[in-house]
Nanobody, 123 residues
Framework: QVQLVESGGGLVQAGGSLRLSCAAS????????MGWFRQAPGKERECVAA????????YYADSVRGRFTISRDNAKNTAYLQMNSLKPEDTAVYYC????????????????WGQGTQVTVSS
């Protein structure tokens, strides 16, 4: 089993940057592909970025491609989401998640979830 804890959310002005971290428990972090999801009020949870077990493969949602970067440090059992050029429409609760599947953006294939961290982008 894997426990995930996000951190790094907060309030930022449009055009600013934030880096989210996702600390994982356990010794098998490198066995899981990781994803970052977000959920805005009244909207479904969507995947914004996914990364492979090694970190060499990545997928991004069209809305964030070129602005967000997913990465991981398997030695530190931590995944990251670097968010640049933030927009008010990026405001949401952000969740990290782990999957035994190969790199995927499909929400239903993720096995473990963090509790979420709020990101608010002011205009």
């Amino acid at each position: 089993q894997v426990q995930l804890v996000e951190s790094g959310g907060g309030l930022v002005q449009a055009g600013g940057s934030l880096r989210l971290s996702c600390a994982a428990s356990g010794r098998t972090f490198s066995s899981y592909a990781m994803g970052w999801f977000r959920q805005a009020p009244g909207k479904e949870r969507e995947c914004v970025a996914a990364g492979s077990r090694s970190g060499g493969g990545t997928y991004y949602a069209d809305s964030v491609r070129g602005r967000f970067t997913i990465s991981r440090d398997n030695a530190k059992n931590t995944a990251y989401l670097q968010m640049n050029s933030l927009k008010p429409e990026d405001t949401a609760v952000y969740y990290c998640a782990a999957t035994r599947s190969i790199l995927t953006m499909k929400r239903d294939l993720y096995d473990y979830w963090g509790q979420g961290t709020q990101v608010t982008v002011s205009s």
